[in-house]
């Protein structure tokens, strides 16, 4: 009897059987042996994660990944045009609420790209996106590096392609957040799959900010060029190309030295980005000169001072990052400003008053003033003078930073002295009381090896052994080039800085001529910087903005923090001998016509380019700076020669203003007195002897030591300096006074003040080197 197909497969499933369990034996064997190898490797290789649990690990981000991109694609809708891009006024308030002016609607004119210069497409491709033909709205390594950027803490930028900077003006606002660069980098694909390339550079150049308040390519070229998009050459491509970075920082019409350098480097940029992309040879390019653009001309409603006090407020919000330009320039933005009207009617009377006094008003069109008003106890900023009207003359002369400060710097050099208590090259601890070698071309000693400087006093008068205080009064050159240097130059710098002087100011190394002024502070840095000593030691940065509003949302601004930057001690004691210069004997006298206690100092350059007058009383504090320049060549000119006298002095008009526009400011204020906590002045000498450079020709005889009189000034009764608490630090570090080293060759060039004898327009006083 046969067994059939049942007992044959019987064998068969027991093979089968034993072969898996055979494999199944197999492979816990090869598990167990992984295992065995890796205990016995050393402990650190076995922190580092096998191959399989590395791709593992990579499948399960990149499939999270695509997921959370997913979701967040499908839920992130294109939104609506931006309602802030409506056109609208920013308008401007005085601090009582009046209207000081407005800064018109959003100037633009959207075209076709059909009336846009091909070249302009392609230098905006070359400037801000050189893979915009190419990618899906977004770049993937910029996005990287703008994540990078973030993550170590260098802000939200980078990273941007045309078509989101194209929807963040269009659909969104320039909010830095994350959340909003998310939002943008995925509506910028969706932009990308459902309009052109052509289209989105139509947008993106129709929206665009250029600067001087002009939206979109349209306006710019009219703007820059007076021309329309379609008439825009290569050059002139670049350059509004190039604006789209910083429209006011690259606007070569009013930018400073560095910053046209810079302009014209992006400039640079673009062009060699076009020959790189095919849109230019290298021999067009080589042939290219940078496009000069035409003068600004002011936005309507901005006429008269409204100009400059606007400018002042717009460059506050912008510099401390509150709101930037191109957010400022939609529009719809209320903005109360620091500016008391009375004050600012008082300045303009004040110069236009003083100026008429000039013998030669035909030829004092020339003649230029810069001043600003700040209250000491709270850094508002209460007045400034720009320039004689905005519509004919759109460059603040309040904030330029050309002008030398000469003697006004002089402060500072006695500030460093007495916060360190610095001592003189024979080791007499420095106070007002200190008695130094007035004589003129007396060379400094101390200064670093190599350096020699010889400074001149002005008209190269020799006063002999004279004490700070009225070496300060007579402004005498020898005296506090040698102060600078027993100070250290770099804390003189310091102490400038401290103040309130931009650590950039121009010129403001730390040379031997830093002491006597070469360095070219604005006249509102200077208000700032003598409002620290009015306030007793204590700095508050100067501000213009105290509310600001759009759409009844008020904005937080940020708060105004005082800073002890330097003793009240040192404080107390500069202004005491500041007060010596509003003197009958000092080089301020014309300032004691205000009729009330006040401290200030004047300042005359070489050459007559610049006069200054810095004061201030307890309740305000101005600076006042005059210039003169050609208006055809804009080439700086002697004042005297302007004025048609022989001389400008910083005692004569710029103190004739200050005084002018005091009196009107304060009559309604009550006199206050300086509440000085200055400690006793000693009478000590320094005995190093003068080194003179050998004269080209027979010199005289040095003027006798001046004898104590009835001129001499009132010393402040002694009082006890308060002890420093642990809330007010000071600022500057103290810093060792350099030692003499031998003289060697003359480094720093000293320049002749004026001849002897030569008339000027009131009190004399002394013009720094160079």
Known sequence: MSSGPSESAAPADANWRDLLRTTKQARRLARQMRRDARRAMPWWRRMLPTWRMMLSGLLTVLLLCITAFTALYVSVQVPGPNAAALSQSNIYYYADGTELGRTGAVNRASVPLSEISVDVQHAVVAAEDRTFYSNQGVDVRGIL???WRTVTGKGLQGGSTITQQYVRSYYLTSEQTLGRKVREAVIAIKVNETLS????MAG???????????????????????????????????????????????????????????????????????????????????????????????TPGVVGQAGYLIDIARRYLVDNKIIDDATLATGGWHITTTFVKKYQGAMVNAVKKELRRLPDTRKAKAIRVGAASVDPSTGKILAAYGGADYADQPFNDAIRHDLQAGSTFKPFDLAAALQ????????????????????????????????????????????????????????????????????GLAGVRRAAIAAGLPSDTPDMSANPALALGVAAPSPLDMAEAYATFDNHGRHIAAWSVQKLVRNNKVYQLPG?????????????????????????????????????????????????????????????????????????THQRISLGTAAGISRV???????????????????????????????????????????????????????????????????????????????????????????????????VPSTPSEDPGTPSAGPTEQSPPG
């Open 420 to 487: 360190h208590r610095a001592t003189t090259q024979d080791g007499h601890t420095i106070n007002p009381g200190t008695r130094y070698d007035g004589t003129s071309r007396r060379c400094v000693q101390g200064l670093p090896r190599g350096l020699r400087y010889c400074p001149p006093n002005e008209d190269d008068h020799d006063y002999g052994r004279i004490t700070l205080r009225r070496a300060m009064m007579k402004s005498v050159n020898a005296v506090y080039a040698q102060v600078g240097a027993d100070a």
């Open 649 to 747: 002095n910083g005692g004569s008009y710029p103190t004739r203003i200050w005084t002018a526009y005091m009196a009107a400011a304060l009559e309604d204020r009550p006199v206050q007195g300086f509440q000085l906590m200055a400690p006793p002045e000693t009478d000590s000498s320094t005995t190093a002897p003068a080194h003179k450079p050998t004269p080209t020709a027979p010199t005289r005889a040095p003027s006798p030591t001046p004898l104590p009189g009835p001129s001499t000034p009132t010393v402040v009764p002694p009082t006890p300096t308060p002890t420093p608490g642990p809330g007010t630090p000071t600022v500057i570090p103290p810093t060792p006074t350099p030692s003499p080293g031998p003289s060697t060759p003359t480094a």
């Open 560 to 632: 105004h923090e005082d800073v002890q930057a330097f003793s009240r001690a040192t404080a107390d004691q500069v202004t005491s001998v500041l007060k010596s210069v509003v003197s009958p004997q000092g080089t301020g006298y014309l300032a004691t016509r205000l009729g009330r206690p006040a401290a200030g100092k004047t300042g005359t350059t070489d050459s007559n380019l610049s006069a200054w007058f810095v004061g201030y009383t307890p309740q305000l504090t101005t600076s006042v700076a005059m210039f003169a320049e050609d208006p055809t």
């Open 145 to 147: 590096r703008g994540a």
């Open 204 to 298: 993106y150049l129709n929206t665009s900010y250029f600067g001087r308040n002009a939206y979109g390519v349209q306006a710019a070229a009219q703007a820059y060029y007076g021309i329309r998009a379609s008439q825009l050459n290569v050059r002139q491509s670049a350059y509004l190309a190039a604006l789209l970075k910083a429209p006011s920082v690259y606007d070569v019409s009013t930018a400073t030295a560095t910053n046209r350098a810079a302009a014209v480097a992006r400039w640079n940029y673009v062009l060699d980005g076009m020959v790189e992309l095919g849109y230019l040879t290298s021999g067009e390019r080589a042939t290219m000169a940078f496009p000069t653009p035409k003068a600004p001309r002011p």
């Open 197 to 200: 390339k052509d289209a989105i």
